[in-house]
């Protein structure tokens, strides 16, 4: 098991390669970078998913495994995605609490 520190990228760069690629930028614009390319690839697989089903349903496919693995994959992105975005917005209000 490879066990890598956090400036790693917590496996991020596996899944979305080029994202730790915007050390130059500022942080808000990082920020609005890596959230605009994570949308962008959660769209991806959802679109990819659609067209997976919509094969399977008009025979193109014949995989169902495939579309059910295609599937998976969006409904996970989603679903990390989501949480992203729930730790950004907590992560926001925890800031916006602070006492100046």
Same mark, same amino acid.
């Given at each position: 098991? @490879?066990? *890598? ?8 760069? #596996? ?9 130059? #930028?500022? #942080?808000?614009?990082? #920020? ?5 390319? /994570?949308?962008?690839?959660?769209? @991806? /697989?959802?679109?990819?998913? @659609? ?12 995989? /169902? ?7 998976? *994959? ?6 990390? /995605? ?19």
């Amino acid at each position: 098991m @490879d066990v *890598k520190g956090i400036e790693s990228g917590l496996g991020l760069g #596996a899944v979305f390669p080029g994202a730790g690629e915007a050390k130059s #930028a500022s #942080a808000p614009e990082g #920020a609005g970078k890596f959230f605009s390319e /994570l949308v962008s690839k959660v769209n @991806d /697989l959802q679109t990819q998913s @659609d067209q997976a089903i919509q094969g399977l349903a008009t025979g193109e496919n014949k995989n /169902l495994h495939e579309v059910m693995i295609s599937m998976e *994959k969006a409904s996970i992105s989603f679903q990390f /995605l989501a949480q992203v975005r729930n730790k950004a917005v907590e992560a926001y209000q925890e800031v916006m609490r602070m006492q100046v």
